[in-house]
């Protein structure tokens, strides 16, 4: 079955460490977006990669790093920068067409970050 | 710039009920539109879309028509269930914008 796959389920970390989530597509989609999402709020742009070796940052780019070494794979590192980085973290893809005209994006099963 | 703006929940109803969420938005282009729900502790799940004008997206008993005059596209659903209980997202993507655009999300919750 095609799909996006976030490991682990959940994640605990002590404070100052960082910690990397991954998120893998078999989907062949071009396109792979990283979400944060806050109990009870929407979601929040981080990290975005349109194509192989190159990623734009989000809204809210302040204390991950991510990179796109595969177009199947688009990992993130929640770095000791970021004040506050429990939360639940969703990862997705879509295909792009031409024009930059983003289609449906699909989404992972997401990966609850906990820092102790 | 592109925004949603979708109605505050809780929305509370009782099984059998008729359900709106009402979705708004703001857009420079001729956006695609779309609902998305996340059920507790799950990742989004695409629920239905429109891509142009007077189109109506459907699916599982939910339906919403992209209304371009009133730049509006309200979720329904003629009678929920309690299994319909979750978070509902509303979204747009814009020609030129290489991300959707999401609304704040509307949680409903239906009782038996």
């Known amino acids: 079955d095609g799909g996006i796959t976030q490991s682990p389920k959940y994640l605990f970390r002590k404070e100052g460490q960082n910690v990397t989530l991954s998120c893998e597509q078999n989907?062949?989609?071009?396109?792979m977006y990283w979400y944060r999402q806050d109990p009870g709020q929407g979601l929040r742009l981080i990290y975005y990669?349109?194509?192989?070796?190159?990623?734009q940052k989000g809204d809210i780019a302040e204390g991950y790093s991510v990179s796109r070494e595969k177009k199947e794979s688009f990992p993130l590192t929640v770095t000791s920068a970021q004040k506050n980085p429990t939360a639940f973290y969703l990862c997705?893809?879509?295909?792009?067409?031409?024009?930059?005209?983003?289609?449906?994006?699909?989404f992972g099963p997401g990966t609850r970050l906990t820092v102790l | 710039g592109d925004s949603v703006t979708q109605m505050e929940g809780p929305v509370t109803l009782s099984e059998e009920a008729f359900l709106t969420i009402n979705c708004t938005y703001t857009?420079?282009?001729?956006?695609?539109l779309f609902w998305y729900v996340q059920y507790p502790g799950e990742g989004l799940q695409l629920l239905l879309k429109?891509?142009?004008?007077?189109d109506k997206g459907s699916n599982k008993g939910f339906e919403a028509t992209y209304r371009k005059e009133t730049t509006s596209f309200h979720l329904e659903k003629g009678s929920v269930q309690v299994s319909d209980s979750a978070v509902y997202f509303c979204?747009?993507?814009?020609?030129?914008?290489?991300?959707?655009?999401f609304g704040k999300g509307t949680m409903l919750l239906v009782s038996p």
């Open positions: 857009a420079t282009g001729y956006p695609s």
């Open positions: 990669s349109q194509i192989v070796n190159d990623f």
């Open positions: 429109a891509t142009k004008a007077d």
């Open positions: 979204a747009l993507g814009d020609s030129g914008y290489s991300t959707l655009t």
């Open positions: 989907l062949n989609h071009d396109a």
């Open positions: 997705a893809s879509s295909i792009m067409y031409s024009g930059s005209m983003v289609d449906t994006q699909y």
